[in-house]
């Protein structure tokens, strides 16, 4: 099964394909999208979009995964994020890509065993979980840590997804 895990964002969008077989996780690819922050809104949206879709096609991944926002306490940062992860959500599901969600703390829990772990502990349980995988950047980190949180959902339903938002067969 190969999976795809999304850490949403509008200045940067980390993303990461894993193949899983059985309990065994490998890595595939990750990288991040960075749309031109000079650009107005709808340019910035068109180019995330583009720059997922692209990924998409090229790794054909059977479910994503995306990481639920958190409020920020300005109400004008949430909104862009919001925008942005319309788009990470609307791109797999144009596809008919199962898209799942999971809450920052149940990725960590998952990935690093403790819901309020820090970054660095999740990107160094990351490179362990997949061994040979060398991140391109920390957002990278954060979607390959919502893959394997997906992964482990999938495998013995440690953790439960949140909610399944598109569902759909094969493309």
Known sequence: MRLIGIDPGLRHTGWGIIETEGNRLRHV????????????????????????????????????????????????????????????????????????????NRIKKAVVGAGHAAKPQVQFMVARLLPGCTVSSADAADALAVAICHASYRAGRSGVAEREIAAGGRR
């Not at 340019?43 to 991944?61: I, K, M, T």
């Not at 639920?68 to 949430?78: D, G, I, L, M, R």
């Not at 994020?81 to 809450?103: S, T």
């Open 29 to 104: 690819a990750d990288g991040t999208i960075r749309p031109d922050p000079g650009q107005d809104m709808a340019p910035r949206l068109r180019d995330l979009h583009d720059g997922l879709a692209a990924v998409l096609a090229e790794f054909r991944p059977d479910e994503a995964a995306v990481e639920e926002t958190f409020v920020n306490a300005n109400p004008e940062s949430t909104l862009k994020l919001g925008q942005a992860r319309g788009v990470v959500l609307l791109a797999p599901a144009l596809l008919a890509i199962p898209v799942f969600e999971y809450a920052p």
